[in-house]
């Protein structure tokens, strides 16, 4: 029996890198990532998305759509951030956006 790559698998299934479903696809899943990382970060610091909304400025539902992955932009990502006191480093070259990473501010 053979094996494959998640890599083969996103080729043949969605497309391969440069394929414009594959772009949509992979910035798909990198929102859904920080989405989620934002959400861990939250529930660490015992808050609830009511409680983050607070401090960012915006409703609930918001926060819901930004741990989601929908509604991510840049400028929504860094507010988010500052109001949990953490920093991210992004990585963001010609392939699009790397992993980003949360952490403690400096």
Same mark, same amino acid.
């Given at each position: ?33 920080? =989405?989620? *990382? ?8 015992? $808050?609830?998305?009511?409680?983050? %909304?607070? &401090? ?20 929504t ?7 949990? =006191?953490? *920093? ?8 699009? $956006?790397?992993?980003?990473?949360l %952490?403690? &501010?400096?």
């Open positions: 029996m053979r094996c494959y790559t998640l890599e083969e698998i996103t080729d043949e299934n969605i497309g391969k890198k440069g394929v414009t479903e594959r772009e949509r696809f992979d910035a798909d899943v990198e929102a859904a990532l920080i =989405g989620a *990382s934002i959400k861990n970060a939250r529930k660490a610091m015992n $808050l609830t998305q009511a409680q983050l %909304g607070e &401090r960012v400025g915006v409703q609930t539902a918001q926060i819901s759509k930004i741990e989601s992955g929908r509604n991510l932009t840049i400028s990502i860094v507010r988010v951030l500052n109001a949990l =006191g953490l *920093s991210a480093n992004f990585l963001i070259n010609c392939e699009g $956006l790397s992993p980003v990473t %952490g403690n &501010r400096i």
